[in-house]
C-alpha cells in the first residue's frame, strides 16, 4: 500500500519583522507562499500570533509569544543576546552566518594589499600633495607565492582562501576541529570553500604557534568566546616571523591589543591592520592610533550597500526551509556564542 502524500498546511505563517528588511525582500519571502503573513514591530498583539521572528536586538520576552517557534538574528555575532530573555529560552535561534562573509572577505583582502604595496603611505603623500624623488620606501611586495595563515575557517576565512588561492598564495588554515573540513552554514553561488578543498596544510587547537610560524600573513576571523578571548597573545604575536603582517576582521578581543602595540613599536611585524577593537568605538587616545605601521579601519566590514538584503537571503532560505519541513540553517549554540 503506497504512503499517501503528506498535504501541505493551509494555515498562515505568522512572521514578526523587528528589523530592516528591504521591500525587495519582503516580497520575495511573500512571494514563497500565500501562507505568509508579515507583521511589523513588536506589541502584544502580533506576540501572541507570531510564529517567526526576524529580529535585529531580541528585545522581546519569547514567553510573550506562545506561537513562536523559532526566531533569526540579522546579525553573525550573538555576544549580545546572551543577557536577553531569548539565550535561556528553548526557542531555537538562527543568525545570518555567511551572510556578510563576501563583504568582511573583500575587506580583509583589501587590508592586505594595503599593508602589501603600503596605501596608507600613499595616502598621506596625496594629502601632502607631494610626489617623493626618493620613492623606495613605497616598494611593496606581491602576495603571489607568500604563505597566509587564516585563522578561523567558516565562511569568512573560506572566501578569503577562495580570493587567496585565486592570487596564487598558499592556503593553511586553522579551526577548533581541523578534522571537520566540510561547512554546512548559508553558501551563495560561487562562493567560499564549504568542501574545504582550498588549504594545503590544516591545524588545530595545539598547532597555532607553528602555524604562525610558517606565514607571511595572518588573517583572524574569529568569533569572540570564552576560548578566543585574548587567543592571540604575546607569545602568538611573537611566533609571527618579522616580515609578517596581521589581519583582523573578527572581534577585537580575540587579540591581546597591549601585546600588539608593543611588538608593532618594536618593529616585529612589518605591520598589521585592524577593523575590529577591545573597545568600540576605538578611543581618540588610543596608543594604537599613534603607530605608523597600523592600519586602522572603524568597524565597517559588513558595512557595504548590499548589507541588508544579503542578511535577509539567509532569512528567506530559513523561510523556504519551515514552508517544505526542512531543517533550518545557522543555528547557533548560546553556549559556544557561535
Known amino acids: 500500500m503506497q504512503n499517501e502524500p503528506q498535504q501541505q498546511s493551509t494555515e498562515p505563517l505568522v512572521v514578526l519583522i523587528d528589523a530592516f528588511l528591504p521591500d525587495a525582500m519582503a516580497e520575495k519571502i511573500c512571494s514563497l507562499s500565500p501562507r505568509i503573513e508579515l507583521a511589523h514591530g513588536i506589541s502584544k498583539a502580533a506576540m501572541e500570533r507570531a510564529q517567526v521572528i526576524y529580529s535585529d536586538k531580541f528585545d522581546f520576552d519569547p514567553g510573550e509569544a506562545p506561537l513562536l517557534r523559532w526566531a533569526q538574528l540579522n546579525r553573525v555575532a550573538i555576544d549580545q543576546l546572551l543577557d536577553k530573555p ?37 595616502i598621506e603623500l596625496q594629502l601632502q600633495c607631494h610626489w617623493p624623488a626618493d620613492n623606495s620606501f ?16 567558516g565562511t569568512i576565512g573560506r572566501h ?60 583572524l576571523t574569529l568569533p569572540l568566546t570564552h576560548y578566543t578571548k585574548g587567543l592571540i597573545d604575546r607569545r602568538m604575536l611573537e611566533a609571527l616571523p618579522s616580515h609578517a603582517y596581521l589581519v583582523n576582521v573578527g572581534r577585537g578581543g580575540v587579540i591581546d591589543e597591549p601585546a600588539l602595540i608593543a611588538c608593532l613599536e618594536k618593529g616585529r611585524l612589518a605591520g598589521a591592520a585592524l577593523d575590529v577593537f577591545a573597545i568600540e568605538p576605538l578611543p581618540a587616545d588610543s596608543p594604537l592610533r599613534d603607530l605608523p605601521n597600523l592600519l586602522i579601519i572603524p568597524h565597517l566590514g559588513s558595512y557595504t550597500k548590499d548589507q541588508s538584503a544579503l542578511a535577509a537571503e539567509v532569512f528567506l532560505e530559513n523561510i523556504s526551509r519551515d514552508l517544505s519541513n526542512q531543517p533550518l540553517i545557522n543555528l547557533v549554540n548560546m553556549k559556544e556564542c557561535y
Request: with cysteine.
Open 86 to 122: 531569548i539565550a535561556s529560552s528553548r526557542i531555537p535561534v538562527a543568525n545570518v552566518r555567511g551572510a556578510y562573509a563576501i563583504s568582511v572577505a573583500e575587506l580583509a583582502m583589501t587590508m592586505v594589499l594595503a599593508l602589501m604595496r603600503h596605501l596608507k603611505s600613499a
Open 138 to 153: 613605497l616598494k611593496g611586495e606581491n602576495c603571489y607565492g607568500k604563505r597566509l595563515g587564516i585563522i578561523g575557517y
Open 160 to 219: 578569503v582562501a577562495r580570493i587567496a588561492e585565486a592570487m596564487g598564495m598558499h592556503v593553511l588554515a586553522y579551526k577548533n576541529h581541523p578534522e571537520k573540513r566540510q561547512d554546512s552554514s548559508f553558501c551563495f553561488p560561487n562562493f567560499g570553500d564549504p568542501g574545504g578543498r582550498i588549504p594545503q596544510e590544516w591545524f588545530g587547537p595545539d598547532q597555532l604557534e607553528s602555524m604562525l610560524r610558517q606565514v607571511d600573513m595572518a588573517i
